[in-house]
């Protein structure tokens, strides 16, 4: 079923543009209530929570799916700014029947988006989606309940100091983070309260960034998508490593004390090498996107271990790792998933199983941390008009083509829509820099001439 409104991680768009608006929130959430109560998915319509991140629309779009839900006759319990992991983890530890995380992840403030977790903590299934998709369509009105049987709301004051407790509970007894500083750039996100905490109480010296929201600064030249003044900060203050959080804290980007970037490839080699040498990884290998890099898998291959692609989105990563029986996946964007402690990718959670990994190696980030040698991969965005479909264009088909010709056996080639923008993502990767470069540059310029004569 073709989705109208969900992408591939939830319900996404510009604030008070279709579909998000107060008044596709309200909608959102009565159609999930009444899904949740109708569509046999093992429930009992009772208590929904709901958390968001630092944005100015939180404000709005976190009242409308509280009245949706209230309406509907459910308890709704309000979190207020915590990471969309916090979201997840406590759907499970509350025993509520779903979580609502109003984030637009790693996105501009003027962007919002709605994900759904269901009482397993896991992102609802396609199932579920589909019902819900189907309701927003319909007129809800006549399906109200009685006006003895709406629900309630209220805020819990307490979510921040479980969510520490459940991360501390993760890194290892015995070894503390005493003798590291560490520069954390919160991106003016959720985690701007909670993450210089955790590394605080872990006895890390901690320099913190991006932990002065204001609304409209979230993500803004901070954070995992913007990592060059974290950087330098971590030269500067001659600091052991950085950690980079997005706006909802469920990505992670690692600095070294060189100030080089370390994405997510590198970070999932890392622990799978530790967690395969101390027996702890299953499966016999990790889960990853189809955008992991080339390097990534030969280094598993030379240790005897499987790298698991799967298409772009967590959400993925996780079904093939229930599936696979895996408990190690990811992406290269910085969302890392350990089934061990979670169910959802989660930054501070990944950034503690690395450090743990770094005091037990007891080498300096910059050795510990690059762990293999990327293949050149290089990725380009090209954007478009919402409603045009360039890559449908022959120009575009016929490009694609001749780089797949090109590249052959020695790299790989992805082209892609953006799940969440209005975007066509191309990739390449090869030993040759240069050709890759320019099978990418051939492709961008198609789908620029294809979107210009749209």
């Not at 490593?241 to 997510?264: P, S």
């Not at 964007?333 to 930054?347: E, L, Q, V, W």
């Amino acid at each position: 079923m073709a989705r109208k409104y969900f992408g591939t991680d939830g319900i996404r768009g510009k604030t008070n543009t279709f579909p998000m608006t107060a008044d596709m929130a309200l909608k959102v959430a009565m159609a999930t209530a009444l899904s949740l109560q109708h569509d046999h998915v093992g429930l009992h319509q009772n208590r929904v929570i709901i958390g968001k991140d630092t944005r100015l629309s939180g404000y709005m779009l976190e009242e409308a799916m509280a009245a949706g839900f209230v309406a509907m006759g459910m308890e709704v319990i309000m979190l207020g700014p915590i990471p969309t992991p916090a979201v997840a983890m406590l759907t499970r530890s509350l025993r509520a029947d779903l979580g609502v995380m109003i984030s637009a992840s790693h996105n501009p403030y003027e962007d919002n988006g709605i994900k759904l977790f269901g009482h397993d903590g896991y992102k609802i299934p396609d199932a579920l989606e589909e019902a819900i998709e189907t309701r927003l369509d319909q007129d809800l009105s006549g399906q109200l309940p009685d006006s003895d049987l709406i629900g309630k709301a209220r805020r819990m004051e307490d979510a921040h100091g479980r969510y520490i407790e459940f991360l501390k509970n993760s890194f290892p007894r015995g070894i503390s983070l005493d003798g590291l500083k560490i520069v954390v750039d919160c991106a003016h996100g959720a985690a701007y309260k909670i993450a210089p905490q955790v590394l605080w109480e872990l006895e890390a010296e901690v320099v913190p960034m991006g932990v002065y929201p204001n609304g409209r600064n979230i993500n803004a030249n901070c954070g995992a998508t913007a990592t060059s003044a974290l950087q330098e900060r971590v030269v500067s203050e001659k600091a052991d490593l950085g950690i980079a959080l997005d706006g909802d804290a469920d990505r992670l980007i690692m600095v070294d004390e060189k100030g080089q970037r370390i994405d997510g490839d590198q970070l999932m080699a890392l622990m799978a090498q530790s967690w395969h040498e101390q027996g702890r990884l299953r499966g016999n290998g990790i889960a990853a996107t189809v955008m992991s890099n080339l390097g990534l898998e030969r280094f598993l291959k030379g240790r005897g271990l499987n790298l698991v692609r799967t298409p772009v989105g967590d959400r993925h990563v996780v079904e093939r790792m229930r599936n696979d029986g895996l408990n190690l996946g990811g992406e290269q964007s910085g969302h890392i998933i350990m089934s061990d402690y979670g169910t959802t990718g989660d930054g501070l959670m990944a950034a503690l199983q690395v450090m743990a990994v770094l005091k037990q190696q007891s080498f300096p980030a910059s050795t510990a941390m690059n762990v293999f040698t990327p293949v050149p991969q290089v990725l380009q965005n090209v954007r478009f008009e919402t409603g045009h479909k360039p890559l449908e264009s022959d120009a575009v088909q016929a490009a694609i083509a001749k780089a797949e010709t090109t590249l052959a056996n020695d790299g790989r080639l992805l082209v892609r829509a953006s799940g969440t923008e209005p975007l066509i993502r191309v990739m390449a990767e090869g030993d040759n820099q240069d050709l890759v470069q320019s099978v990418v540059s051939d492709i961008c310029a198609a789908i620029e001439g294809a979107a210009k004569s749209a």
